[in-house]
């Protein structure tokens, strides 16, 4: 791992019989990002090119992780102080902030941030009265169709409630147009945690109530049930228990799903003949509710750049932050994750081309629900994913296996 460092290098010119001293600085600062999902590392890459070109003084070194192990490697490379900078999820700030692992950056917000950038997005670095970093990625999980095959199966809109989203598939696999129309990413990882967040929400269920666990009843056990009978039914993709949101989105894009549960990225990438099967065929609203509790479904994906208290240049690497963040930056990468600000909505540049999802986006973007903000974060997600794995395999009852769950949470 490299050490970041600030180095001032100094020289000497021979002009016209004396020498003429030089001196050049650059400080070099170390940025941990996700490899998937949102913006490409191509595309990050690109925007650390144009920070250096404006600031030539400061060096960028770029590390790319998946995002299982981004939580881990910016842990373990506290006691190093191998990272300035590093993308965090809105379920970290919590453990993050009681650890002093990031900078309390609430001195550094300008009026004009507060003003500019959406209400919602704050929720995303802010814990406990205190701000650890910028929001950077505005995000919430989307119900992606094929409009082609529902319109082949007589279906004329896509489904309002998670209940119609059952029927319509089964109308779907009935009449012979795909054997598993609907597909999810209920791998054993946190990417299940962000589907099953998303049912919760619906379902008006609750993580913790009164400092402790209350997703094994109510909403909570609702929304692993009808994960379990969507699953059972045959209606979903059996290879969904092993799904990352990248599988969706290859399986989604070969045409192989009619529906598909995915952040705001696929929209675009589904959408682009080069690699896409299903270019032009792409519909997108906000995740379903349930009749009578709920209109929309959503769960808060939003992520955050911030400094590590270990960094030994956090004003260079503020000022790499805010460049990341800035809207001038954000419009020109919104095809792959929407803008914090409130502003770039107006932008036809912006909207130019993607209107449908940004109609869905109003909706979804509201409706966020927050996973647990609790230290506690990665133990009680670790027992929720092994309780949704062993209810889709037929080895625990839902309820049984949050009652697991909810023992093994730490809380």
């Not at 269920?205 to 909403?219: L, V």
């Amino acid at each position: 791992m490299l050490k970041s460092i600030s180095r001032t290098l100094l020289g000497a010119a021979f002009v016209g019989g004396a020498f003429m001293p030089h001196a050049f600085a650059e400080t070099s600062i170390n940025a941990l990002f996700m490899a998937q999902a949102a913006y490409s590392e191509a595309d990050v890459r690109a925007m650390a090119e144009a920070f250096s070109k404006a600031n030539p003084d400061i060096k960028v070194n770029l590390e790319f992780v998946p995002y299982e192990g981004l939580h881990d490697k910016t842990v373990l490379a506290q006691g190093s102080g191998g990272y300035d900078v590093v993308l965090f999820d809105v379920i970290w700030p919590a453990e993050y902030a009681s650890n002093n692992v990031l900078v309390d950056v609430s001195a550094r917000i300008t009026d004009d941030m507060k003003k500019g950038v959406l209400p919602g997005a704050w929720t995303t670095v802010n814990y406990d009265g205190k701000s650890y970093g910028m929001p950077w990625i505005l995000d919430t999980k989307y119900l992606f169709y094929n409009k082609e095959i529902l319109e082949k199966a007589g279906i004329k809109s896509p489904p309002k409630t998670w209940d119609e989203l059952a029927e319509q598939a089964k109308i779907i696999k009935d009449k012979g147009l795909l054997a598993t129309p609907i597909s999810w990413s209920w791998s054993q990882a946190e990417a299940a945690i962000c589907d099953y967040t998303t049912l919760v929400s619906a379902y008006g269920g609750d993580f913790i109530k009164d400092g402790k666990p209350a997703f094994q009843s109510g909403g909570g056990l609702d929304a692993l049930n009808y994960m379990v009978t969507s699953y059972s039914s045959g209606l979903t993709n059996p290879n969904s228990k092993e799904f990352l949101e990248e599988d969706v989105r290859k399986v989604f894009q070969n045409g192989e799903a009619a529906f598909a549960l995915n952040w705001t990225y696929m929209y675009n990438m589904a959408n682009d003949p080069k690699d896409s099967k299903v270019a032009g065929k792409v519909g997108v609203v906000p995740a379903p509710g349930v009749a009578g509790k709920s209109e929309v479904s959503a769960v808060n994906g939003s992520m955050g750049l911030g400094i590590t208290t270990a960094s030994k240049h956090p004003e260079e690497a503020w000022k790499f932050i805010t460049f990341m963040t800035s809207q001038e930056t954000q419009n020109q990468y919104a095809k792959l994750s929407l803008p914090i600000w409130a502003s770039s909505y107006d932008d036809a540049a912006v909207t130019k081309g993607q209107e449908e999802l940004i109609a869905a986006a109003k909706l979804g973007l509201a409706a966020m629900y927050p996973r647990p903000t609790t230290p506690k974060y990665q133990e009680l997600s670790t027992a929720l994913q092994q309780a949704i794995q062993e209810s889709l395999l037929g080895q625990a009852k839902p309820e049984d296996a949050l009652k697991g769950a909810a023992e093994n949470s730490g809380l």
